[in-house]
């Protein structure tokens, strides 16, 4: 479903999305998708070695729910940024429910911005992930019928503030590197 | 100190990754929910594109963990993801070729009741063609804390 910058309020909910109880096919299934074969999430001899009762699922599943939930929202939103903080581990058999609200509607660098407050439950009601996104929307059907495109685009100014934090960090990097080497070369 | 403070404010890894459309599929098997991984609804949805993307809260795993974690010594029974951010500036798609940079932003002990507790924070920048496509923040707790010894 589409949806426009101008009709969103602060409080509109993200439809509930309920999963089936995870099955550990699908535990599987998802390891091979995002290439982590850790054996906590995949051997339950090993996961009862390690402390646990058996193999649980990775986090990032009930993020990837979030995500759905925020797509089945409106699919022409851009997602610019996604986090979450992982709380409880999910067991196989459990039931996930993604849940969201609009907390914030702002404009930034020309950019009609939401900002989502995010969460996923079990079927205790425990949140087993608390999170955040901020996703770009076209102003209105008029904005988008002129950008031609499915989702808005990031501005150059966004795009140059996040440049400029990545290129901080990668000089950092470099002068530790070279603060290391020299500190060799005096031993 | 420890083998991981050593390293704070360092490059740990740099990986090649292509984005396989065999990749995406799994990940829609695994969430039995065609939605935006199918490709029929890429074809749909993506007016300029007609390919395959890539989920955003899937970026942070296309660095090389068995390599981030044996170079900072950690044994995986003993590792829970705890924080995942990420921010996406650039669309990936399958058949893309992205270069994933990971430093060690910070590496700090805190207790919780009688056990140590170690958090790594590993920062993951991805490049498309030579610009930044996404940029990635992970915490990850270590059971037990860091071991000590000679870094």
Redesign the interface.
């Known amino acids: 479903m589409k949806r426009y910058w101008d009709h969103m309020e602060v409080g509109d909910s993200l439809p509930k999305i309920v999963r089936p109880p995870i099955s550990r096919l699908q535990i599987a299934q998802f390891a091979a998708a995002s290439d982590e074969f850790s054996p906590l999430n995949l051997d339950d001899e090993h996961a009862k070695n390690a402390g646990y009762h058996s193999i649980y699922a990775p986090g990032l599943m009930s993020l990837g729910f979030v995500e759905e939930a925020l797509k089945a929202f409106a699919s022409n939103m851009k997602i610019v940024s996604l986090k979450g903080t992982f709380q409880r581990l999910i067991w196989p058999g459990d039931t996930l429910l993604a849940k969201g609200l609009i907390v914030r509607r702002y404009q930034k660098h020309d950019e009609h911005r939401i900002l989502f407050s995010l969460w996923c439950e079990n079927q205790n009601n425990d949140v087993v992930m608390k999170g955040a996104a901020i996703g770009l929307m076209f102003k209105d059907v008029e904005h988008e019928n002129r950008s031609n495109l499915s989702s808005p685009s990031i501005s150059q100014k966004s795009h140059e503030d996040l440049i400029h934090r990545c290129t901080q960090t990668i000089s950092q990097a470099s002068n530790k590197t070279s603060e290391k080497s020299h500190a060799k070369e005096l031993v | 100190m420890t083998r991981q403070k050593s390293l704070?404010?360092?490059?740990i890894d740099s990986t090649l990754r292509i984005i396989e459309a065999s990749?995406?599929t799994?990940?829609y098997?695994?969430?039995?929910?065609p939605?935006?991984f199918s490709q029929n609804v890429a074809h749909t949805?993506?007016?300029?594109e007609s390919s395959l993307l890539l989920?955003?809260?899937?970026l942070?795993?296309?660095v090389n963990?068995p390599t981030i974690y044996r170079a900072l010594g950690l044994n995986?029974?003993?590792?829970?993801?705890?924080?995942?951010?990420?921010?996406?500036?650039r669309a990936l798609r399958s058949g893309n070729s992205v270069t994933i940079?990971t430093?060690l932003?910070d590496a700090y002990e805190q207790q919780a009741s009688s056990n140590p507790i170690g958090f790594i924070v590993l920062?993951s920048?991805g490049y498309l063609d030579l610009d930044?496509a996404f940029?990635c923040e992970r915490v990850i707790a270590v059971r037990g804390g860091f071991q000590r010894g000679r870094p």
């Open positions: 704070i404010g360092m490059e990749q995406l799994r990940l098997h695994a969430f039995n929910q939605n935006y949805t993506v007016r300029d989920p955003c809260f899937l942070g795993n296309l963990l995986i029974n003993n590792i829970l993801l705890s924080r995942e951010s990420v921010v996406n500036h940079k430093f932003k920062e920048i930044v940029h």
